[in-house]
């Protein structure tokens, strides 16, 4: 999600009190902090009922767990909650400072949506169940020392092969939790179809499919136990506050100007002292150094849109067309699965600039086809950051279709002269509009 900012100051100043001065807001509040409403954490039945009543309310929707939604709550909330019948539970309790251990060893509040340590036991799973397909590689170490993780799938998949290889990241901000499982789940699907499925097989036996679905293993720790809403790494600034935004720390245009990444610590999209500042960008950094990417999908959430270079500018990039004729493709794959559209076109084509973001490094530094998929919802009141756990499978089915273009794009590129590919795009573009709403 490119624009947090707007989203963020208020909720980001309050949460943040919220979970690391729980008991003191609760217990001290009325006297010390003035300023603040009371908050609770509340939870209400995940009924069908409920979810229908409570989408136009605006609230701070903090995860599903057991059956039930977990929301920020203030006396307006809880009265609004009143008015339409929804009762509630306080939860407050249960997420105390001194009950963070046990959240820790029942795997954390994250439901079907992985942690790190569930992540890991999922690749290694992959790997050993499919030892002639998948490989994990620790491609660097997180701030915290955490691994990050890449899954190698391929024939032959302990050897290097002149095969078209594609590139799917996740994760490279915290609270965006469905950009863990999208890639996640495309590895495993790619995994236990191989067999099966004749398409999936010549698909997978001529290319290497690269996968990345925690880019940023600190952060999304952080966002699990103690904030929800947190968006950068766990960088601590020195001065008070902590994180880098990793999708602004790449090396292409750095820093380009202070609308598209922050000079600033304090701000979500702090770029960082310095290109490639933080080991998690450098560890793709490095990673693509040794390889040959022909193509590069960072998953985000929220928006539900496709996103190409330039982020940092609005002039477009000399490979415009071929941009826009993937996207659209992607999009209208997208839209046979559930229905659902995805917008698309170049990223500064929204409202705002982005520099140092993955796309832009990739594609200015090797030229590749880069997208930045911003997974749904489209807005903040269909719930922003927040996707229900039986939206994770319609999510990723629809994005598997986009993912499998890709892949099948570059194999087929690979073998194909470069000027036949060229003839092939200029037949499609005059059917293609761009339709990314402005
Ligand atoms: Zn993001």
């Given at each position: 999600m490119k624009n947090i900012d707007k989203i963020n100051s208020w909720n980001f100043y309050t949460k943040r009190l919220l979970f690391l001065f729980f008991l003191q807001t609760i217990f001290i509040a009325p006297v010390v902090?003035?300023?603040?409403d009371l908050t609770e954490i509340i939870s209400i039945e995940n009924s069908h009922i409920n979810r229908e009543k409570i989408k136009y309310l605006h609230l701070d929707l903090l995860m599903e767990k057991g059956g039930r939604i977990y929301i920020v709550a203030d006396s307006e909330v809880m009265s609004e909650l009143n008015g339409q019948s929804i009762p509630f539970i306080l939860e407050t309790h249960d997420f105390s400072p001194d009950n963070q251990l046990d959240i820790s060893i029942q795997g954390g509040a994250n439901g079907d949506f992985h942690s790190y340590v569930e992540l890991e036991r999922d690749l290694l799973d992959l790997e050993n169940t499919f030892p002639d397909l998948a490989k994990v590689y620790d491609i660097g170490d997180s701030l915290e020392n955490r691994n990050i993780y890449a899954l190698k799938i391929s024939d032959n998949v302990l050897s290097d092969e002149d095969e078209a290889e594609t590139l799917f990241l996740g994760?490279?901000?915290?609270?965006?939790?469905?950009s863990v499982e999208v890639p996640f789940l495309l590895g495993k699907y790619l995994l236990e179809n191989y067999h099966q499925d004749v398409f999936i097989q010549n698909l997978v036996d001529q290319s290497e499919i690269w996968i990345?679905?925690?880019?940023?293993p600190d952060g999304l720790e952080y966002s699990i136990?103690?904030?929800?809403?947190w968006r950068k790494?766990?960088?601590?600034?020195?001065?008070?506050t902590y994180g880098v935004d990793l999708n602004r720390n790449y090396g292409y245009q750095w820093g380009y100007d202070n609308n598209g990444s922050s000079p600033n610590t304090n701000s979500d999209v702090y770029r960082g002292t310095a290109p490639f500042s933080e080991p998690e960008s450098l560890a793709i950094r490095d990673f693509s150094a040794q390889h040959h990417f022909s193509s590069l999908v960072s998953y985000h959430s929220y928006s539900q849109v496709i996103l190409y270079p330039w982020g940092y500018t609005s002039l477009p990039t000399d490979q415009d067309v071929l941009l826009n004729v993937l996207a659209a493709n992607m999009s209208q794959r997208m839209q046979t699965v559930n229905g659902r559209y995805y917008s698309f076109g170049q990223?500064?084509?929204?409202l705002y600039t982005t520099n140092g973001d993955t796309t832009d490094w990739s594609f200015g530094t090797y030229g590749i086809p880069s997208f930045t998929l911003e997974l749904p919802?489209?807005?903040?009141?269909?719930g922003e950051f927040f996707n229900a756990e039986g939206d994770i499978q319609p999510i990723f089915q629809e994005n598997l279709q986009a993912a499998l273009y890709l892949i099948e794009w570059a194999a087929q590129n690979k073998s194909l002269p470069k000027d036949s590919i060229d003839n092939i795009l200029r037949r499609h573009r005059s059917k293609i509009t761009n339709t990314l709403k402005k």
């Open positions: 902090a003035q300023n603040y994760c490279h901000h915290a609270r965006e939790w469905i990345v679905p925690l880019v940023n136990h103690f904030y929800r809403y790494n766990r960088r601590d600034n020195g001065d008070g990223g500064s084509g929204s919802p489209s807005s903040a009141q269909l």
